[in-house]
């Protein structure tokens, strides 16, 4: 059963840094594609969702096929035994990045992170504070040398956008290429000519 990694679930994990439209985007693209998602909300992230959107926790957990508790820690993706292709933490907390870089499963989305990365799937963080100091980037240093991608939504413009949601679609993008998903999301760079991107 699901023995192709494309046939499987995808893990979202939305924390409660700023930013949870990544989150919430993300799993909107991929219901439309057709792609199998488990979510994970923690507690946070539905203070977010009412303070930075107009989505509900009850929308949210509409776009995907499954979602759990954040304190359901023998929830099906707690499990190495369930196959997924991969988890996309969108957006995450450095909380989160801690608890992960630290194998410190004190919760679902740090639990399924974990057996994530002990079954050598794709681990996407997409970290969200800004400034970093030391200890920040040593927390994504110590993820990255367990096998997790390190992916901040950092806004690229080779691609012309023209609004906010280009700019979200752009970071989403890059983070679904992490786990081999096809998207339509942003104009790929294919080189330049005299200096500006070909067309």
Same mark, same amino acid.
């Given at each position: 059963?699901?023995?192709?990694?494309?046939?499987?679930?995808?893990?979202?994990?939305?924390?409660?840094?700023?930013?949870?439209?990544?989150?919430?985007?993300?799993?909107?693209?991929?219901?439309?594609?057709?792609?199998?998602?488990?979510?994970?909300?923690?507690?946070?992230?539905?203070?977010?969702?009412?303070?930075?959107?107009?989505?509900?926790?009850?929308?949210? =957990?509409?776009?995907?096929?499954? &979602? /759990? $508790?954040?304190?359901?820690?023998? %929830?099906? #993706?707690?499990?190495?035994?369930? @196959?997924?292709?991969?988890?996309?933490?969108?957006?995450?907390?450095?909380?989160?990045?801690? =608890?992960?870089?630290?194998?410190? &499963? /004190? $919760?679902?989305?740090?639990?399924? %992170?974990? #057996?994530?990365?002990?079954?050598? @799937?794709?681990?996407?963080?997409?970290?969200?504070?800004?400034?970093?100091?030391?200890?920040?980037?040593?927390?994504?240093?110590?993820?990255?040398?367990?096998?997790?991608?390190?992916?901040?939504?950092?806004?690229?413009?080779?691609?012309?956008?023209?609004?906010?949601?280009?700019?979200?679609?752009?970071?989403?993008?890059?983070?679904?290429?992490?786990?081999?998903?096809?998207?339509?999301?942003?104009?790929?760079?294919?080189?330049?000519?005299?200096?500006?991107?070909?067309?």
């Amino acid at each position: 059963m699901n023995a192709d990694p494309k046939n499987r679930p995808l893990v979202v994990a939305i924390t409660g840094a700023t930013g949870v439209i990544y989150g919430v985007e993300m799993l909107r693209v991929l219901k439309e594609c057709g792609q199998e998602t488990h979510l994970i909300l923690s507690e946070a992230a539905g203070l977010n969702l009412s303070i930075e959107t107009s989505y509900s926790l009850n929308d949210v =957990a509409s776009l995907a096929t499954v &979602t /759990y $508790n954040n304190k359901d820690v023998g %929830a099906a #993706v707690a499990s190495g035994s369930f @196959r997924t292709r991969g988890m996309i933490v969108a957006p995450c907390t450095i909380k989160t990045l801690s =608890a992960i870089a630290n194998s410190f &499963t /004190y $919760n679902l989305v740090a639990r399924a %992170a974990d #057996v994530t990365l002990k079954e050598r @799937r794709p681990l996407v963080l997409m970290v969200r504070e800004t400034p970093l100091h030391k200890g920040h980037l040593d927390l994504m240093s110590r993820a990255a040398d367990c096998g997790a991608v390190i992916l901040p939504p950092m806004p690229a413009f080779y691609h012309h956008p023209e609004t906010i949601m280009d700019i979200i679609h752009q970071s989403i993008g890059k983070a679904l290429d992490q786990v081999e998903i096809e998207h339509h999301l942003f104009k790929r760079w294919t080189g330049s000519t005299n200096g500006s991107p070909r067309r």
